[in-house]
Protein backbone atom coordinates (compact mmCIF):
# COMPACT_ATOMS: atom_id res chain seq x y z
CA UNK A 1 0.00 0.00 0.00
CA UNK A 2 0.90 3.48 0.05
CA UNK A 3 3.26 5.19 2.51
CA UNK A 4 3.58 8.61 2.93
CA UNK A 5 5.22 10.63 5.08
CA UNK A 6 7.31 14.16 6.05
CA UNK A 7 5.30 16.57 6.58
CA UNK A 8 5.31 18.83 9.97
CA UNK A 9 4.61 22.41 11.54
CA UNK A 10 6.83 25.12 9.51
CA UNK A 11 6.94 29.04 9.11
CA UNK A 12 5.98 30.79 5.97
CA UNK A 13 8.57 30.44 3.21
CA UNK A 14 10.15 27.83 4.36
CA UNK A 15 10.47 24.57 2.69
CA UNK A 16 9.19 20.90 3.01
CA UNK A 17 9.62 17.41 0.99
CA UNK A 18 6.78 14.52 1.11
CA UNK A 19 7.48 11.08 0.03
CA UNK A 20 5.32 8.75 -1.46
CA UNK A 21 6.05 5.12 -1.66
CA UNK A 22 3.98 3.83 -4.37
CA UNK A 23 2.70 -0.08 -4.96
CA UNK A 24 5.19 0.07 -7.98
CA UNK A 25 6.11 1.36 -10.95
CA UNK A 26 3.38 1.06 -13.24
CA UNK A 27 1.05 3.84 -11.30
CA UNK A 28 0.58 6.58 -11.92
CA UNK A 29 1.10 8.78 -8.34
CA UNK A 30 -0.81 11.78 -7.50
CA UNK A 31 -0.76 14.13 -4.48
CA UNK A 32 -3.53 15.82 -3.52
CA UNK A 33 -4.74 17.72 -0.24
CA UNK A 34 -7.79 18.97 1.74
CA UNK A 35 -7.44 22.07 3.78
CA UNK A 36 -9.82 22.61 7.22
CA UNK A 37 -13.69 22.70 5.12
CA UNK A 38 -12.39 22.02 1.79
CA UNK A 39 -12.58 19.49 -1.05
CA UNK A 40 -9.56 17.39 -1.58
CA UNK A 41 -7.77 18.97 -4.65
CA UNK A 42 -5.33 17.75 -6.82
CA UNK A 43 -1.89 19.10 -6.46
CA UNK A 44 1.10 17.30 -8.66
CA UNK A 45 1.08 13.71 -10.41
CA UNK A 46 3.17 11.40 -12.47
CA UNK A 47 1.15 9.73 -15.34
CA UNK A 48 1.59 5.95 -15.52
CA UNK A 49 4.16 6.44 -18.03
CA UNK A 50 5.05 10.06 -18.45
CA UNK A 51 8.29 11.79 -17.12
CA UNK A 52 6.86 15.49 -16.85
CA UNK A 53 4.46 15.52 -14.07
CA UNK A 54 1.38 18.13 -14.47
CA UNK A 55 0.66 20.95 -11.60
CA UNK A 56 -2.03 22.46 -10.03
CA UNK A 57 -1.81 26.06 -10.74
CA UNK A 58 -1.83 27.20 -7.26
CA UNK A 59 1.46 25.30 -6.83
CA UNK A 60 3.18 25.51 -10.15
CA UNK A 61 6.64 27.30 -9.86
CA UNK A 62 6.47 26.88 -5.49
CA UNK A 63 6.30 22.83 -5.71
CA UNK A 64 7.97 20.37 -7.99
CA UNK A 65 7.72 16.15 -8.16
CA UNK A 66 10.29 14.15 -9.00
CA UNK A 67 10.78 10.17 -8.51
CA UNK A 68 13.14 7.57 -7.82
CA UNK A 69 12.33 4.83 -10.07
CA UNK A 70 14.57 1.81 -7.86
CA UNK A 71 12.76 3.32 -4.80
CA UNK A 72 8.87 3.19 -6.42
CA UNK A 73 8.96 6.51 -4.57
CA UNK A 74 7.85 10.06 -5.80
CA UNK A 75 8.77 13.41 -4.01
CA UNK A 76 7.08 16.49 -3.75
CA UNK A 77 9.20 19.34 -3.29
CA UNK A 78 7.35 22.04 -1.38
CA UNK A 79 9.35 25.51 -1.05
CA UNK A 80 7.81 29.04 -0.69
CA UNK A 81 4.77 27.60 1.36
CA UNK A 82 2.26 30.14 2.40
CA UNK A 83 -0.56 29.87 5.31
CA UNK A 84 -2.61 28.51 2.66
CA UNK A 85 -0.48 25.52 1.82
CA UNK A 86 -1.73 24.10 5.02
CA UNK A 87 -3.97 20.82 4.66
CA UNK A 88 -3.29 17.12 4.88
CA UNK A 89 -1.64 16.03 2.00
CA UNK A 90 -2.82 12.40 0.33
CA UNK A 91 -0.70 10.63 -1.91
CA UNK A 92 -2.74 8.66 -4.47
CA UNK A 93 -1.87 5.67 -6.91
CA UNK A 94 -3.93 4.35 -9.97
CA UNK A 95 -2.81 1.77 -12.87
CA UNK A 96 -5.54 3.09 -14.70
CA UNK A 97 -6.07 6.34 -14.99
CA UNK A 98 -5.65 8.48 -18.00
CA UNK A 99 -3.92 12.09 -18.52
CA UNK A 100 -6.85 13.72 -18.88
CA UNK A 101 -8.39 12.57 -15.74
CA UNK A 102 -5.71 12.64 -13.28
CA UNK A 103 -6.65 15.42 -11.67
CA UNK A 104 -10.15 13.88 -10.23
CA UNK A 105 -9.58 11.98 -6.89
CA UNK A 106 -12.21 9.98 -8.13
CA UNK A 107 -9.83 8.25 -10.79
CA UNK A 108 -7.40 6.82 -7.82
CA UNK A 109 -8.05 3.38 -6.24
CA UNK A 110 -5.47 3.40 -3.83
CA UNK A 111 -4.79 6.21 -1.08
CA UNK A 112 -2.07 6.66 1.49
CA UNK A 113 -3.44 7.82 5.53
CA UNK A 114 -2.04 11.13 4.53
CA UNK A 115 -0.15 14.08 6.11
CA UNK A 116 -0.49 17.15 7.74
CA UNK A 117 1.32 19.75 6.71
CA UNK A 118 0.57 23.64 8.94
CA UNK A 119 2.19 27.00 7.34
CA UNK A 120 2.08 29.38 10.44
CA UNK A 121 2.63 33.01 9.19
Known amino acids: QLQASGGGLVQAGASLRLSCTAP?????VAWFRQGPGKERDFVAGFSRTGSNPIYADSVRGRFTLSRDNAKNTVYLQMSGLTPEDTAVYYC???????????????????WGQGTQVTVSS
Open 24 to 28: GRTYA
Open 92 to 110: AASRSVILSAMRSRNAYAH
